[in-house]
């Protein structure tokens, strides 16, 4: 009896699975649909633009980059997590979207394990920065100012649970020093509030402060990356000044719905590595701060995972109100 029961199990999972991998073997033969959850026209938007054009080419089917912002980006995770299971509904993550598994106590996915990895397209640092006429010249001028002062010292994000907060916090944890979040809304806010002397330093991507230090209006205290960023070698890491195994990055990649078929998922990853290698691509990214660097869809499921656990602890540590 439970013999028969188990092969019909099988028979009804085999019928199931029959219909995605027939779609994978014509895969694609439709347009594929990018969720990206930010801004239209920022960073998360270009990069999947950038790459996905390039992509078309070799697919043959145009790729739709649809905005679904909100929550942090979670609205677009879930909407992804949510599809069909078929190669042409896609994410766009970014660093962000382990943030968030971190930060919010209910989220209507898991962040792992309801996607299918597929490939990590860029990286890019952020840069702590000051005024021009700052009176810290370096990080570590700033460190021992925060331990002199047991108010530390203040710095500004793009918002509370943002990844330039929580790299403000393992600052914290990782030096052993005091520092006061101060929340904006928004890179531009933070920038505003820097210009206008609300507050001494703020954490920001280098899209959202590089035209005001090349005014000579701002100035960059150190990167926050584990080696020195390329359009800017001459600035030190938070490592090289003294805060040991500091390593901040933030991250973009391309997910699929959990379940996706290995072939339609090995046929994504090699035409995202391909578009990887496109000087246009590759000068495209590194103009919006970072560096093009593709992976295998287990390389970026392991990095996800981890960054997950990092921040979680984060976030515990520091006492960050769940969402």
Same mark, same amino acid.
């Given at each position: 009896m439970w013999h028969r029961r188990l092969l019909v199990a099988a028979g009804l999972a085999l019928a199931c699975a029959a219909p995605l991998h027939g779609l994978a073997q014509g895969y694609p033969d439709k347009p594929i649909k990018i969720y990206q959850g930010f801004a239209a026209g920022g960073n998360a938007d270009a990069i999947a633009r950038v790459v996905s054009t390039e992509m078309a080419k070799g697919l043959g089917q145009p790729f739709v980059v649809e905005a679904q912002t909100g929550a942090g980006g979670t609205i677009a995770s879930g909407t992804v997590a949510r599809a069909r299971p078929d190669g042409y509904t896609l994410l766009l993550a970014t660093g962000g979207h382990a943030v968030a598994g971190a930060l919010y106590n209910k989220l209507s996915y898991?962040?792992?394990?309801?996607?299918?990895?597929?490939?990590?397209?860029?990286?890019?640092?952020?840069?702590?920065?000051?005024?021009?006429?700052?009176?810290?010249?370096?990080?570590? +001028?700033?460190?021992?100012?925060?331990?002199?002062?047991?108010?530390?010292?203040?710095?500004?994000?793009?918002?509370?649970?943002?990844?330039?907060?929580?790299?403000? +916090?393992?600052?914290?944890?990782?030096?052993?020093?005091?520092?006061?979040?101060?929340?904006?809304?928004?890179?531009?806010?933070?920038?505003?509030?820097?210009?206008?002397?609300?507050?001494?330093?703020?954490?920001?991507?280098?899209?959202?402060?590089?035209?005001?230090?090349?005014?000579?209006?701002?100035?960059?205290?150190?990167?926050?990356?584990?080696?020195?960023?390329?359009?800017?070698? +001459?600035?030190?890491?938070?490592? +090289?000044?003294?805060?040991?195994?500091?390593?901040?990055?933030?991250?973009?990649?391309?997910?699929?719905?959990?379940?996706?078929?290995?072939?339609?998922?090995?046929?994504?990853h090699a035409e995202t590595l391909k578009a990887l290698q496109a000087p246009a691509v590759r000068t495209r990214l590194e103009e919006m701060g970072g560096e093009a660097r593709g992976s295998t869809p287990e390389e970026m499921t392991a990095m996800v995972a981890a960054e997950l656990k990092r921040w979680t602890a984060v976030v515990n540590d520091a006492h960050i109100p769940k969402q």
């Open positions: 898991q962040t792992v394990s309801d996607f299918q990895m597929v490939s990590t397209i860029t990286y890019f640092p952020f840069l702590l920065v000051v005024r021009a006429d700052s009176p810290y010249r370096g990080l570590a +001028e700033m460190l021992a100012a925060a331990r002199a002062d047991a108010r530390g010292v203040s710095y500004g994000s793009a918002g509370i649970g943002s990844t330039h907060h929580l790299a403000g +916090e393992l600052l914290v944890k990782s030096a052993n020093v005091e520092l006061l979040h101060i929340p904006y809304r928004g890179d531009a806010a933070s920038v505003a509030a820097l210009l206008g002397g609300e507050v001494p330093m703020i954490i920001a991507p280098p899209t959202a402060v590089l035209a005001n230090i090349k005014a000579g209006k701002l100035r960059a205290l150190a990167t926050t990356g584990a080696q020195r960023w390329s359009q800017m070698p +001459e600035l030190p890491t938070v490592v +090289e000044q003294g805060v040991p195994g500091y390593d901040v990055r933030s991250w973009a990649g391309f997910m699929a719905p959990a379940g996706t078929p290995r072939p339609v998922v090995d046929r994504l």
